[in-house]
């Protein structure tokens, strides 16, 4: 949640610290939106039993120390597209430093990765989706650097998207899981 908030913060500094422009309206957006989408794929489901799945584990130490370590690799996933939510506002459609893209589309292959390991961790399994979205960020790489920054970060949102809407589409109408977590 605090690292989520300090992208917010980020986005809000980054926007707000130089001449207004529609095309930094249109990145501090996408940047905003991006934002909300990793809060909801992080809550969907696996976010909402972390507690008690610890208390149902055969070993809650094991469990705890292994999901400390997944959601340090999910804030960095998290902090990482925060630098490139920075490098996009200031630089929307210009010549944004090169690296934008590691940050655009590999802080939240990052965020997926360390997402999928969670939903391992409290459930047994392995969420397909977020290890598609992984692979779909870095095949789109490529992609992407054919666009502006903006549209690279227009890109790895709508994997998000996908994701959190395909989320929605499974979980309606079913009951919260109980966590069965392997460890």
Do not use: K, N
Request: charge should be positive; aromatic fraction near 8%.
């Amino acid at each position: 949640m605090i690292a989520l908030g300090e992208t917010i913060l980020v986005i809000g500094v980054t926007f707000s610290g130089g001449p207004f422009s529609s095309e930094q309206a249109l990145a501090f957006t996408v940047s905003f939106i991006i934002t909300a989408l990793l809060w909801r794929i992080y809550f969907h489901r696996a976010g909402h039993v972390l507690a008690e799945a610890i208390r149902a584990a055969r070993s809650p130490g094991v469990l705890g120390e292994s999901a400390s370590w997944t959601h340090l690799a999910i804030v960095a996933g998290v902090l990482l597209t925060g630098v490139g939510y920075q490098l996009v506002i200031a630089h929307p459609y210009g010549q944004s430093p090169l690296g934008w893209m590691v940050f655009v589309m590999g802080g939240p292959a990052v965020f997926l990765a360390a997402r999928a390991r969670f939903e391992y961790e409290i459930f047994g399994r392995v969420s397909r989706s977020r290890l598609a979205g992984v692979a779909l960020l870095l095949a789109l790489a490529p992609v992407a650097m054919l666009l502006p920054p903006v549209g690279g970060l227009t890109l790895s949102g709508l994997v998000l998207a996908g994701i959190a809407v395909g989320d929605a589409a499974r979980a309606r109408g079913r009951p919260l899981e109980q966590p069965a977590s392997p460890l």
